[in-house]
C-alpha cells in the first residue's frame, strides 16, 4: 500500500469515528433514530469484519435510500462508516492478493 492510500484511509476512518461519535453523543439518547442508526452502524462494523463484500453492497444501497429519505445527519454518519468498511476490505483483499503472488 502507498503513503497516499494509507493516508487516505487512515482520514476516513478518524472522519468516521469523529462523524460517529459527535452525531451520537449528541442526539437525544430516547430518539427512535438514534438507536436506528446504531444498529445500522453496528451492522455495517459486522459486515466488514467479516468481509462480506455482498452483504455489504446490498446493506450499504439499502441504508442509502433509508437514511438519505430519513435524516441527513445519521445518513452522513453511516455514509462514512459504509466507506471505511468498503475501504477496510479492500485493503484485505489487496495484502491477500500480494501474499499468493509472492
Excluded at 53 to 80: P, V
Aim: aromatic share 6%; hydrophobic share 40%; with cysteine.
Amino acid at each position: 500500500m502507498n503513503a497516499k492510500t494509507h493516508r487516505a484511509m487512515l482520514a476516513m476512518l478518524i472522519l468516521s469515528i469523529l462523524l460517529t461519535d459527535i452525531i451520537f453523543a449528541t442526539s437525544d439518547r430516547d430518539d427512535p433514530k438514534r438507536k436506528d442508526a446504531l444498529e445500522d452502524v453496528e451492522s455495517i462494523l459486522s459486515l466488514g469484519k467479516t468481509g462480506d463484500i455482498g452483504g455489504l453492497k446490498k446493506l450499504s444501497d439499502e441504508l442509502e435510500k433509508k437514511w438519505f429519505q430519513k435524516d441527513l445527519e445519521y445518513y452522513g454518519t453511516i455514509i462514512c462508516n459504509i466507506a471505511e468498511a468498503f475501504s477496510r476490505n479492500d485493503n484485505i483483499q489487496n495484502e491477500k492478493i500480494k501474499r499468493a503472488l509472492n
